[in-house]
T-cell receptor, first 115, second 112 residues
Framework: DAGITQSPRHKVTETGTPVTLRCHQT?????MYWYRQDPGHGLRLIHY???????DKGEVSDGYSVSRSKTEDFLLTLESATSSQTSVYFC??????????????FGQGTRLTVV | AQSVTQPDIHITVSEGASLELRCNYS??????LFWYVQSPGQGLQLLLK??????LVQGIKGFEAEFKRSQSSFNLRKPSVHWSDAAEYFC??????????FGTGTRLKVLA
């Protein structure tokens, strides 16, 4: 299994509070991604990183920010959590951009509930 | 806009029966196509991928998929399903930039 660790695995938080999810990899892959998974929507890209301090928005980035200060860590922050951000969040990594012929490796997910 | 359609939300098959999961895509060029599987409480694992060449590709766990350009399809098949195949299956297209476009998934239930 690819060395990807997401923390926490489960979290319940209150509306309006900031939340940070962490993705840690031991594979030294350049590209890292945050997806959210919701019933009826599959997985949707929130943000991605193509190197240390290099990040960009995905299709559902509103209300989220990311940071990548080291190759191995990619943080996702919900600046002020809302109920619509209740979801399962997946981190993924890849050696090359996933828009090409490369495989992505996924973490086990973080289940976030905003009450 | 590019899109991926998995028309079956749920499929139930008996153990030992054959399986076909449908995937249709909308993409201008020859796409990069993937099938991933998600077991309960787990992340996604790659089953197989297609980029070019032979349109019938073999993957792990006895799965195969066939790319049909004329039908814009990339259907996943398995000749004999095992109870451990119960999971959710996602078709995805690599759309040329940094992201996959995922289908909404098909949840497979296997009857003993």
């Amino acid at each position: 299994d690819a060395g990807i660790t997401q923390s926490p695995r489960h979290k319940v938080t209150e509306t309006g509070t900031p939340v940070t999810l962490r993705c840690h990899q031991t594979e030294n892959h350049r590209y890292m991604y945050w997806y959210r998974q919701d019933p009826g929507h599959g997985l949707r890209l929130i943000h991605y990183s193509y190197g240390v301090k290099d990040t960009d928005k995905g299709e559902v980035s509103d209300g989220y920010s990311v940071s990548r200060s080291k190759t191995e860590d990619f943080l996702l922050t919900l600046e002020s959590a809302t109920s619509s951000q209740t979801s399962v969040y997946f981190c993924a990594i890849s050696e090359s951009p996933t828009g090409s012929d490369t495989e992505a490796f996924f973490g086990q997910g973080t289940r976030l509930t905003v009450v | 806009a590019q899109s991926v359609t998995q028309p079956d939300i749920h499929i139930t098959v008996s153990e030992g029966a054959s399986l076909e999961l449908r995937c249709n895509y909308s993409y201008g060029a020859t796409p990069y196509l993937f099938w991933y599987v998600q077991s309960p409480g787990q992340g996604l694992q790659l089953l197989l991928k297609y980029f070019s060449g032979d349109t019938l590709v073999q993957g792990i766990k006895g799965f195969e998929a066939e790319f049909k350009r004329s039908q814009s399809s990339f259907n996943l098949r398995k000749p004999s399903v095992h109870w451990s195949d119960a999971a959710e299956y996602f078709c995805a297209v690599g759309e040329g930039t940094y992201k996959y476009i995922f289908g909404t998934g098909t949840r497979l239930k296997v009857l003993a």
